[in-house]
């Protein structure tokens, strides 16, 4: 599985940014995030966008650090 779950895991334990700050800032349930942090699927392409823009609300230091890693 995928780069962009590595990133989210690593940038929400960085930034101490829970699962589920994340999933209300994108307006989804908390499990589909914890299935992309521990990598049990991977975020559509267009996910991937929608969690920069959700993390740069949260956190522009962490939307940024996600950008890099990914």
Do not use: C
């Not at 590595?6 to 960085?14: G, I, M, P, S, T």
């Not at 920069?52 to 962490?62: F, H, K, S, T, V």
């Amino acid at each position: 599985m995928g780069k962009a779950g590595k990133a989210l895991k690593q940038v929400l334990e960085q930034y101490e940014i829970t699962q589920n700050q994340l999933a209300v800032a994108m307006g989804i349930s908390r499990s589909n995030i914890h299935r992309w942090v521990y990598e049990v699927g991977d975020p559509a392409g267009d996910s991937i966008i929608e969690i920069r823009n959700a993390l740069q609300q949260i956190d522009p230091n962490a939307a940024e650090t996600f950008t890099q890693l990914y």
